[in-house]
């Protein structure tokens, strides 16, 4: 079963930009769609990002046009570039691959001046 950790978190200012990594392990990344979800204080956990297997890419409207999802098969990693952000974009990001429901353990970006 594939093992799923998140990097990359951490504190920037509006307006800012972070890149988020998610590496995994096992043998099932290259075959599986991918995603991002982010959970803020006190709301439920939210799709923010999707990529297939061939690299299309799906966004939440609160995000578009200011992340960018990919994917590096070689690596077995999944990336979350994110730009422009808002105060609102404040949560618990989490890779996840949703045909197996495997979950990573979440990295904290928090928006702030």
């Known amino acids: 079963q594939d093992q799923l950790v998140e990097s990359g978190g951490g504190l920037v200012q509006p307006g800012g930009s972070l890149r988020l990594s998610c590496a995994a392990s096992?043998?099932?990344?290259?075959?599986?769609?991918m995603a991002w979800h982010r959970q803020a204080p006190g709301k439920q956990r939210e799709l923010v990002a999707s990529?297939?297997?061939?690299?299309?890419?799906n966004y939440a409207d609160s995000v578009k046009g200011r992340f960018s999802i990919s994917r590096d098969n070689a690596k077995k990693m999944v990336y979350l570039q994110m730009n422009s952000l808002k105060p609102e974009d404040t949560a618990v990001y989490y890779c996840?691959?949703?045909?197996?429901?495997?979950w990573g353990q979440g990295t904290l970006v928090t928006v702030s001046s």
């Open positions: 096992g043998s099932r990344f290259s075959n599986n769609n």
């Open positions: 996840h691959m949703p045909t197996y429901d495997t």
């Open positions: 990529i297939s297997v061939w690299g299309v890419a």
